[in-house]
């Protein structure tokens, strides 16, 4: 019993016990040793007065106990009714059962049913910390119990921050459930929320998933007002779980919530619909989204993606995070894949939703519909590698030419790879067809195009030891070359489809074209170079990194999607990044440009995590034109219990704070309190502000996920911790 | 300086099995460079193999990085984590749970939808890369204890 106040000291020693009288199976038997090994099963009585008849009644007085199995009772009187195997205690009484404990003023307890009551008792349950006091507490069986004019709650002591007070409530230990019937709840003796007694109110009594109330989370938001939600989940079965939010926005309405998830052995997925009926539009609106993969046969895959908002402004209007409303296409992908030895397929069919600002209006993309493709490659055929790509795809688009395309791209590589090099010599053939049409005069168009390319890869791996920061380590210094020779074709005529110059980057410089997509084959003539350094600790964990590369061009590249002819090198990247010790992490990464020595592209990271809970990340990204921003973000400890988290993501280009986010957590034992407020932008004019409060009460409620304050949290702070 | 072209890599066991299934492109990958120094056995069977490979979680996230003035997504951040151990016949641990945690940026436009899937892909093929280079560090410096014995 951890209660102190009903766990008085076992004072029993063996001179005060000397007698002890052992129930075996029919006869009560005087032992003089306590000690001695025990049947499973055998009733052990111990009293400083026993009296009464060995075979009917046994009277006990003074620091009684009586033990069987794992029940121990101990009290200051007690009775023992042999043929009904009854207990009747009083005084200081006391039943303790694997780590559950239950005192009061009197108690009758069957032995063998576990059947009994206990008087004005007080208990608790070892599971999830759970006790309360009670008028009175009816056994019904070794799991069950029932509780009159209770109240439970997870906090130590006599006067517990919160407690649930119910006219009934139902133990069952066996499947570590609570259930409240008429209840109300108090926090600092302030009566919180009450429930009717036909809403049957459950909590969990152990750590795990369980169906009930989810903490409700109380806020305002600039677009909706005044916002309550209560979340129930439904732990349906172990791999399946159903959450309900319904949330009342006093500017709007009711908002109803659903979200669920499940898991079996061929599939997966989880699925969510919101829908609400505005008040202010006078509309109904609503957010669906599916996620989906199935195995329909051992090697057939079946997958989908897809998302509907009714309208434009539903993320901006209704969701308190960037995650959402940062994203402007909501995608609908459905499709099919399919795995072969050597080969795979996929037919897949994709569209998207764009949610359009007037103020900022967004092209849209294309839409595949629908797009097979073929990958079969292998490895190591006579030292050789081979693969093959075809795509067929029908473009779609409401305004821009529109088409089909048809790719074949085979490519040979003859890999030679050693520990200290390696060379690749590859070529490759990249054909397309197309078949377009103008959507505005319905004319009709044929394109062909073939490009054949060279590439030579190769590089060098040199170590040494060398020492970092004071420890021993192996450093590598890993020179690389890459030839690339492809001829120039005239690809004015060709639609884009699904190309755009891509990112410059490590892993583009190592790429034969330097657009992505396959609707332009950029001509080359050019080398690229570049030097890594690596540091790797002695269990083989790197540790920094160091990375240099450029592209050197020995013609003038024709193919261009601006018009923009390049000089004769490419911009220089430089990137490093490590973990300085262990608990600060720095990266850089720089692209500069060589024909006016200005940053192209530039992103700077430190993180910093002292301990668990106290981290501190500092962000810096740069694209010249597009973007400039600083971003901050933590959870640092401030107090003893106090937590204080935070982001801003601040636009130097703009002066304009694009996310900002503040709040605080106070942890206490048995509860925590979050606040969070944020504001962000959604369009060039309009931001959503607002905040959010919760009270977490430990054991009665477990954290859910969606869209409440903790995963807000996690979502926007990088390496955020719960606190609880 | 002190540099010298790297020798050849032994690995501390004869055999291993790679706890990826088949379509697994990492998984492809890596087995090919195990095999690459010619004395390596990559089995099909785990009760086969000296050492076996769990991959105890391979997972990869999309993350907002950073966001232009109207509140749109302009970078993304892909982070690719595999979480692996290696255990003997016996069932011995012979490297703890390791993770290790690759992250890339991607620029994002709305109208270019389509060519950064593209340009995903080819970020993925390059972490997938680092990352068997890391792993293959890793097995490479294992402490193989004395087999068990059987009574």
Known sequence: CLLAAFAPVQAQTQSANPISLVKNSDSLVLKVDPQLTLKPGTTVIQAEQVSGQPDRVVHLDHQVEVTRGDLNFTADKATYLQIEDQLDASGNVQLRRNGDCYSGDLMRFILETGVGYVHNPSYFLAKNNGQGRAEKIEFESEEKAKITNGTYSTCDGLSPDWYLKADTMSLDTGIDTGVAGKSVLYFKGVPIMGTPSWLKFSFPLSGARHSGILPPTVGHSNKGGVEFGVPYYFNIAPNRDLTLHPKFIARRGLQLGMEGRYLGETYAGESAVEIIRDKLTETTRYFGTSIHRQAVMPNLVLSWNMNKASDNDYPADFSNSTNKTAQRLLVRDIGFDYYGSFWNASLRSTSFQVLQDITAPITAPYERLPQLTVHAGQSDVWGMDWSIDALATQFWHPTLTRGIRTVVNPQLSYPYIQPGFFVVPKVSLHAASYQIEDPLTSKTNRLQRTVPSVSLDSGLIFERRASLLGTKMTQTLEPRLFYVNTPYRDQRDFPLFDTALADFNFAQIFSENRFTGHDRIGDANQVTTALVSRFIEDNGAERFKFALGQRFYFNTQKVSLDGKTNPSRSDLLLAGSGQVSDTLNVEAALQVSQSDRQTERSSYGIRWQPAPKKILNLQYQFQREVLKQLELSGQWPVAHRWYVVGKSNYSLQNNKMVEGLAGFEYRADCWALRFVAHRFATTNLSNNSGFSIQLELNGLARIGFGSNPVETLKKNISGYQATN | ?151
Not at chain 2, 79 to 98: C, H, S, W
């Open chain 2, 1 to 151: 300086c002190g540099f010298a072209l790297r020798g050849a890599v032994v690995f501390p066991f004869q055999s291993i099995y790679v706890g990826l299934p088949e379509s697994s492109a990492l998984g492809g990958e890596l087995k090919r460079n195990l095999r690459a120094n010619g004395k390596t056995e990559v089995t099909s069977q785990a009760n086969n193999a000296e050492v076996i490979l769990d991959v105890l979680g391979e997972t990869r996230d999309k993350v907002i990085l950073s966001l232009n003035s109207q509140g749109r997504v302009r970078e993304f951040n892909l982070i690719y984590n595999l979480k692996f151990r290696l255990r003997d016949k016996a069932g011995r641990e012979v490297l703890q749970p390791t993770t290790i945690s690759l992250k890339r940026n991607l620029s994002f436009k709305e109208n270019e939808v389509l060519a950064k899937e593209a340009e995903e892909a080819l970020l993925y093929r390059d972490m997938q890369s680092e990352l068997v280079q890391q792993i293959m560090r890793r097995l490479a410096v294992v402490r193989m204890e004395a087999p068990a014995k059987l009574d």
